[in-house]
């Protein structure tokens, strides 16, 4: 059997493991410490925001984002349809309400157009949850300007995006609260973790008091909030201080990537990658292709072909209007026709984007997709 290729795996530099000891030798294992604080500072000057809170997972932090922002039972939210279900779900955790915007077709993120015009069906909306898909930047000068005028917390879902810039600005910086996860396959990793950024620092505050079970300050375990034990521990961030040390070198190796299945695929007009707006600089964290509907190759068989040769790759995100979860929630899109999530859905998927991939793994990974069209 060949050589197993990943679509996108943790790569570990070895300086994790030097927090990670630090941790131990002064046994700040559990629960908070250094490493906790630090990783705190360095993400938000890395990101150029004011405050962050670590937490155990970026739905965490979403979820506490949700309460940041007021949601309560029956309040609408407008949600990017075009994600993984964690960008959506903390909003049921509140007992609110999804109405779900669709994409565009430039950066496959949150159609401005179509956010007007859930604005114009709910005027009231508690919040707006969008995400930057696969490590690329939304349109967030326009959705933030629109959130802004209508008064709504803008939640940035950065959970994939860490790294990439739009006018020059961090991805994650954008909203009222910004988020990011380090989950085992993102662009670094802690095992698991997530942030929560802002510039509000009561806000973050307030936070990091529902994560640690919203204990009040009294000697007694005395409570007024319902609380959640949702804190990054020690050890955690040490692997996370590790790895931001590796974030640009993961982005460049990414990028690299992209570039390379874009210049092997250039001579097969029916195939595009993942379109990504100017003034953006994406993570490039999962490449991506379209295949054309009229060609007779399906993502389909190049999944199956790519498995049949122990090389990992992935569906796009079914869009959230067409989970059967979402069933009863209201869809807001420009015009009449197939949304455009659903076109990218069905005619797209992730190829192999592993920051360890070799240049005889994207040989091989390139022969196999090139040789479906010949
Ligand atoms: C991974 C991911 C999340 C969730 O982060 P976890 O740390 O796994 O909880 C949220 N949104 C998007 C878009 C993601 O890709």
């Given at each position: 059997m060949n050589k197993r290729i990943y679509l996108s795996s943790p790569t570990m530099h070895g300086e994790e493991q030097r927090y990670i000891q630090e941790a131990f030798d002064t046994n700040w294992v559990a629960p908070l410490g250094k490493n906790v604080n630090e990783f705190e500072k360095e993400l938000a000057a890395y990101v150029g925001v004011s405050h962050a809170a670590a937490l155990s997972a970026g739905t965490a932090a979403?979820?506490?984002?949700m309460k940041l922002a007021g949601v309560g039972e029956g309040d609408v939210v407008f949600c990017s349809d075009l994600t993984f279900a964690a960008t959506v779900n903390p909003v049921s955790y509140e007992k609110g309400v999804q109405v779900f915007v669709d994409s565009e077709e430039e950066s496959w993120n949150m159609d401005p157009k179509a956010l007007e015009k859930a604005f114009e069906k709910y005027p009231n909306p508690k919040a707006v949850v969008l995400v930057n898909l696969y490590g690329t930047p939304a349109k967030l000068d326009e959705i933030r300007e629109i959130c802004s005028a209508h008064q709504v917390p803008l939640i940035e879902d950065a959970a994939e995006s860490l790294g990439a810039v739009y006018h020059g600005k961090q991805t994650g910086s954008f909203g009222k609260y910004g988020v990011f996860s380090f989950n085992g396959n993102k662009i670094i990793t802690t095992s698991g973790g997530g942030m929560?950024?802002?510039?509000?620092?009561?806000?973050?505050?307030?936070?990091?008091?529902?994560?640690?079970?919203?204990?009040?300050?009294a000697r007694h375990y005395q409570h007024s909030e319902i609380g959640y034990n949702y804190?990054?521990?020690n050890i955690v961030a040490g692997i996370g201080r590790g790895q931001l040390k590796s974030l640009d070198l993961h982005i460049q190796k990414k990028k690299a990537i992209y570039e390379t299945y874009r210049?092997?695929?250039?001579s097969i007009p029916e195939i595009r990658m993942n379109p990504y707006l100017?003034?953006?600089?994406?993570?490039?964290?999962?490449?991506?292709?379209?295949?054309d509907p009229a060609s007779r190759v399906t993502p389909l068989d190049v999944m199956e072909a790519l498995e049949r040769e122990n090389i990992e790759s992935r569906p796009i995100?079914?869009?959230?209007?067409?989970?059967?979860?979402?069933?009863?929630?209201?869809?807001?899109?420009v015009t009449g026709?197939?949304?455009?999530?659903?076109?990218?859905?069905?005619?797209?998927?992730?190829?192999p984007s592993d920051v360890k991939n070799t240049e005889e793994d994207m040989d091989r990974i390139i022969g196999i997709v090139k040789g479906l069209f010949v």
């Open positions: 979403l979820h506490l984002a929560l950024v802002s510039e509000d620092g009561e806000a973050v505050e307030k936070a990091r008091f529902w994560a640690t079970q919203s204990r009040d300050p804190r990054m521990s210049q092997a695929f250039a100017p003034g953006s600089t994406p993570n490039f964290w999962l490449s991506c292709i379209t295949i995100w079914k869009p959230m209007h067409m989970q059967p979860v979402f069933a009863k929630n209201d869809f807001i899109q026709g197939a949304p455009v999530g659903e076109r990218v859905f069905e005619r797209g998927l992730c190829l």
